[in-house]
């Protein structure tokens, strides 16, 4: 599968622009601040419906405007298909499919599946766990497209409960708060347990490819390997930030996984009733990538971060090639030649070329190896021009 145009209204700095794909390679140069990241993060917004950027729609509607629409009609096995993404502001985001209305969104997703490669990748490994649960949410999304509403429901629980928590907290505990809390911690832990999951068996479907790629592109034998922190298990509670317990959850299934975060929630109730926040979920858990026998974060090189950013990136797109129902996967190459040196940037090309379509952005085009050279388009001030 591959896009074959984009149509961008209102979208980050573009007016109205449209611009015609070509499978195989393309190239998109300019200089600094033009719209080419703007430009990718469109058509990588249309696969798992959130931004590689930023955690919410709002920055990416044009200043001055109240909505935004990305469209983009793809092309599969001699068959054209339309997907259509309205971003508002001030109402409900909406789809349309083939130029009809959907129900949810979420119901565009599973047609269009996209691995993109971002200068921030290198907070995947360096930085906090946000930027890892964000790699693997986003991966789970496209594989399975109705985790979009168990995460939304996951969100909204969660906000619920720690307001019941927090008004639990200042006006003291009584019985009534205490039963609808317990109405809250079933929701939480079937929601959370189910994610939970997910992220245990996606990381454990990313191992092989995660260590063939690291090998070829660092070429050598410091094997990485992955692991789940998970705030389920034990007596502590993790901070969201660092901690240096070295108890990883092994299980990835669900019955297991849900007895486990119903007896840590009851255990933990008095610390969640004296904070008034709730301490136990994913949205407390960390994705631990340890290289050889020491954690990445912290220990590996610059280099060793970035190889190791982009073998998770390239397993990604091994597992997504396999899973996907309509084919390759968009592979979308952000800028990163200018971060890699020079037998890294080879590499990378030889693992990537032969993908249906890849899309390049570059601001100096002597980075891009030569191999990746094709179809070339100029990106200025939110305008797209075919060279
Ligand atoms: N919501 C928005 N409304 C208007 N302009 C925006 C909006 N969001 C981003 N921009 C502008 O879009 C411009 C282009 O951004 P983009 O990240 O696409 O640049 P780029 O071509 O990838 O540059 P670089 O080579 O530095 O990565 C920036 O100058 C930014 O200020
Ligand atoms: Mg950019």
Same mark, same amino acid.
């Given at each position: 599968m591959f896009v074959k145009k984009v149509r961008l209204t209102n979208f980050r700095n573009y007016q109205a622009a449209v611009v015609e794909l070509a499978q195989g390679v393309n190239l998109l140069h300019g200089s600094n601040g033009q719209g080419k990241t703007n430009l990718v993060e469109a058509i990588n917004l249309l696969a798992s419906l959130s931004s590689h950027r930023v955690a919410g729609y709002g920055p990416l509607v044009k200043q001055g405007e109240q909505s935004a629409m990305v469209s983009l009609e793809l092309f599969h096995e001699d068959r054209d298909l339309l997907l259509e993404y309205e971003i508002n502001l001030d109402s409900p985001n909406r789809a349309r499919l083939n130029k009809s209305p959907v129900a949810k969104p979420k119901d565009i997703l599973g047609?269009? @599946?996209?691995?993109?490669?971002?200068?921030?990748?290198?907070?995947?490994?360096?930085?906090?766990?946000?930027?890892?649960?964000?790699?693997?949410?986003?991966? #789970?999304?496209?594989?399975?497209?109705?985790?979009?509403?168990?995460? +939304?429901?996951?969100?909204?629980?969660?906000?619920?409960?720690? $307001?019941?928590?927090? +008004?639990?907290?200042? $006006?003291?505990?009584?019985?009534?708060?205490?039963?609808?809390?317990?109405?809250?911690?079933?929701?939480?832990?079937?929601?959370?347990? &189910?994610?939970?999951?997910?992220?245990?068996?996606?990381?454990?479907?990313?191992?092989?490819?995660?260590?063939? @790629?690291?090998?070829?592109?660092?070429?050598?034998?410091?094997?990485?390997?992955?692991?789940?922190?998970?705030?389920?298990?034990?007596?502590?509670?993790?901070?969201?930030?660092?901690?240096?317990?070295?108890?990883?959850?092994? $299980?990835?299934?669900? &019955?297991?996984? $849900?007895?486990?975060?119903?007896?840590?929630?009851?255990?933990?109730?008095?610390?969640?009733?004296?904070?008034? #926040?709730?301490?136990?979920?994913?949205?407390?858990?960390?994705?631990?990538?340890?290289?050889?026998?020491?954690?990445?974060?912290?220990?590996?090189?610059?280099? &060793?971060?970035?190889?190791?950013?982009?073998?998770?990136?390239?397993? +990604?797109? &091994?597992?997504?090639?396999?899973?996907?129902?309509?084919?390759?996967?968009?592979?979308?190459?952000?800028?990163?030649f200018a971060e890699l040196d020079a037998d890294r940037r080879v590499k990378l090309a030889e693992l990537v070329r032969n993908n249906e379509q890849v899309i390049i952005t570059a601001a100096v085009i002597e980075d891009v190896p030569e191999s990746l050279i094709a179809k070339r388009f100029s990106v200025v001030a939110g305008e797209i021009t075919n060279d």
């Open positions: 047609y269009l @599946n996209s691995v993109i490669f971002a200068p921030e990748d290198i907070d995947i490994v360096k930085r906090d766990p946000t930027n890892r649960r964000a790699f693997i949410d986003q991966l #789970i999304v496209q594989l399975a497209p109705r985790m979009l509403g168990v995460y +939304s429901d996951y969100e909204r629980v969660l906000k619920q409960r720690n $307001t019941l928590l927090k +008004s639990a907290r200042l $006006t003291g505990t009584k019985g009534d708060a205490l039963s609808t809390l317990s109405a809250w911690d079933e929701s939480l832990v079937n929601l959370g347990s &189910e994610i939970i999951a997910a992220r245990v068996n996606t990381a454990e479907k990313l191992s092989p490819g995660l260590i063939s @790629n690291y090998q070829k592109i660092a070429k050598t034998n410091n094997e990485p390997r992955m692991f789940t922190k998970s705030s389920i298990l034990g007596s502590l509670i993790l901070t969201g930030e660092e901690s240096d317990d070295t108890e990883y959850l092994e $299980t990835g299934d669900r &019955e297991e996984i $849900t007895k486990l975060f119903r007896e840590k929630l009851l255990r933990i109730r008095q610390k969640e009733l004296e904070r008034g #926040i709730t301490l136990v979920g994913p949205h407390r858990d960390d994705l631990v990538l340890i290289l050889g026998s020491l954690p990445a974060k912290g220990y590996a090189s610059h280099g &060793e971060s970035w190889s190791y950013a982009l073998a998770l990136r390239l397993a +990604s797109l &091994e597992i997504l090639c396999q899973e996907s129902r309509f084919g390759d996967p968009v592979l979308i190459l952000d800028d990163v």
